[in-house]
């Protein structure tokens, strides 16, 4: 157990970080147009090498990648890790809005400010490198920059227990400031979020390749040194995120360990020299964010009791929409038309989804944390209301105590599956989602939104600090697996950071720091908005050089 101490810092970093009624999280008053954020970092003068963009083709269908042996593992090559990072991390279009152009990508991102940043650590892959290397992506070329190179023996070191023949390690950072630049002291959540989403959006493509993705645990200095930003410094610093190993095959899961920092001893000299570009001209301090990252550092890696073992659903007779397809069209909705229903069958499997074994939420392998409020406003054959969805038999009963002012939990009338669904309360759900949600409309205009509830304290007190990372983690996790599922089912969804952190715990009647609502979310029929048009993703590069 961890001293509550140790704790503080975060406690008091989210008490500030909070949207209240008469006050929002600190943020600039203004968009200080002249330090605005790059949004693309590069390493200008490294090796570059120009990744395939493969166009999305009907196979496999989105439901195969839910399915046992549906999709054969594809063998590592470079066609492979360009579709890889052109499903995940890529750009997906430029939206243009009066004039303006800016990128839109598979992950979603508060402000469209992308803080997140990739790696990929390889082996020998032909036609792309005939040593083993690390290169940051480029999302802007969708291209890999080399940072460093190294022998066979050391990363078969890296991989520890993996296959080092068969195995690629993905690596992601925050460059926080640019979020900052706009959220000011909310940013850290946001990164956090990103990461979530980022994580699930890897786990995903990995999985149309017929590949596993798993997370690493690594302490934060071990992984900015493998990352090789272990050097920067200053406001436009990459952070330390998360390490994801992706492998073909599921036995290999237990084969997945706390990475071996020895192995980095001899690091530095294989890393190039060339310097990232900078991110701004200026930058504006904020030292609340420093410290919370200062706090969250994970110093070495969280030893967990239980994973979550991955599992799959039954053969369905239709593969679904192209796998493919769905995350590279990926789209916030942007307003709902307030009409349309989602059928009863439909929701139900879209909370089926969400259970912490299916993909993409099992890349985290630990036990699940956070648990989902509905705001029911229009589902067909269910009542409009608020409904709760524990996640875990442990967080059952911790809601169960916890949500004061609705004690009574009642399984909805007609529900057919085994879903741990309850109704909480009936009647309309929609002037608490839209004022929850700090007055935003699209939380109400939806046929439900959603308030995610984590195990706060507890699991602070047990794993440290670096669990508020996780637990963000697994937020944003939930938030990319329902952009997915809403998409599939002909919806669309839109993540909701801005939210009255304390209202929801006041509406539910929690009193004390054993959950914590973390992020909400909307899903619904989009409304076209038609002063928004967009550009292909690459059209930049496709122009014949002048
Ligand atoms: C952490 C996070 C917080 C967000 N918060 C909001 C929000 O409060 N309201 C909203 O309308 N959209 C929100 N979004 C959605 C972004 O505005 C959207 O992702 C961005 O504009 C890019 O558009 P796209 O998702 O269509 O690619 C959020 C997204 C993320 C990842």
Redesign the pocket.
């Known amino acids: 157990m961890v001293m509550n101490d140790a704790n503080a810092k975060v406690f008091a970093y989210h008490e500030q970080s909070k949207n209240l009624p008469n006050r929002y999280a600190r943020a600039p008053n203004y968009l200080d147009w002249a330090s605005q954020p790059d949004p693309f970092r590069r390493y200008w003068k490294a090796p570059t090498v120009s990744l395939s963009r493969p166009e999305p083709t009907d196979e496999p269908g989105f439901a195969q990648l839910h399915q046992s042996g549906q999709i054969a593992p594809a063998s590592l090559s470079a066609a492979a890790i360009g579709q890889l990072l052109y499903d995940s991390m890529a750009l997906?279009a430029w939206k243009v809005e009066s004039n303006a152009s800016r990128p839109?990508?598979c992950v979603?991102?508060?402000?469209?400010l992308h803080p997140t940043e990739a790696y990929l650590l390889c082996g020998a892959v032909e036609r792309l490198t005939t040593q083993p290397a690390l290169y940051h992506y480029s999302a802007f070329g969708h291209s890999l920059e080399l940072r460093a190179e190294f022998d066979f023996a050391l990363w078969q070191r890296l991989c520890g227990e993996l296959p080092a023949e068969e195995t690629l390690l993905v690596g992601l950072t925050s460059i926080q400031w640019r979020t900052a630049w706009k959220y000011g002291e909310r940013a850290y959540r946001?990164c956090q979020?990103?990461l979530g989403?980022a994580m699930g959006a890897v786990s995903y493509a990995a999985a149309v390749l017929g590949w596993c993705a798993q997370s690493v645990p690594i302490a934060d200095a071990d992984l900015a040194m493998l990352l090789g930003i272990a050097g920067q410094a200053g406001p436009d610093a990459e952070l330390p995120g998360c390490l994801i190993a992706l492998y073909p095959r599921r036995e290999y899961e237990s084969a997945v360990q706390p990475f071996d920092g020895d192995c980095l001893e001899d690091w530095q000299e294989h890393l190039r020299r060339e310097p990232p570009s900078p991110v701004s001209t200026s930058y504006r301090e904020w030292p609340l964010l420093d410290e919370i990252a200062e706090a969250c550092r994970i110093q070495q890696p969280l030893a967990r009791p239980v994973g979550v073992k991955a599992t799959e659903e039954a053969h369905a007779p239709h593969a679904g929409v192209g796998a493919r397809g769905l995350l590279r069209q990926?789209?916030?909705a942007?307003k709902m038309d307030g009409q349309t229903a989602m059928p009863w069958h439909d929701f139900q499997h879209f909370c089926c989804r969400l259970a912490p074994d299916r993909l993409p939420l099992n890349v985290l392998g630990q036990p699940p944390a956070l648990h989902l409020l509905f705001f029911v406003h229009r589902v067909d054959g269910l009542s409009p209301g608020f409904y709760i969805l524990p996640r875990s038999k442990d967080g059952m009963a911790l809601l169960r105590t916890s949500l004061r002012a609705m004690p009574d939990w009642h399984k909805p009338e007609g529900m057919t599956s085994r879903l741990p669904l309850f109704e909480l309360s009936k009647g309309d759900a929609q002037t608490q989602a839209r004022v929850l949600?700090?007055n935003?409309a699209?939380a109400s205009s939806g046929a439900f939104a959603v308030c995610m509830l984590a195990e706060f304290e507890q699991r602070l007190d047990d794993y440290g600090p670096g669990e508020y990372r996780s637990l963000h983690w697994e937020a944003g996790l939930l938030?990319q697996a329902m952009y997915m599922e809403a998409q599939a089912l002909g919806l669309c969804g839109?993540?909701?950071?801005?939210f009255l952190d304390d209202g929801v715990h006041r509406l539910l009647g929690i009193a004390d720091r054993k959950l914590q609502a973390l992020y909400h979310f909307s899903v619904g029929r989009p409304m076209e908005d038609q002063r928004v048009s967009s550009l292909a993703a690459y059209h930049h590069l496709n122009k014949p050089v002048a």
């Open positions: 997906s839109l990508r979603p991102s508060a402000g469209g946001y979020l990103e989403h990926r789209r916030s942007l949600s700090c935003q699209i938030g839109t993540a909701i950071g801005a």
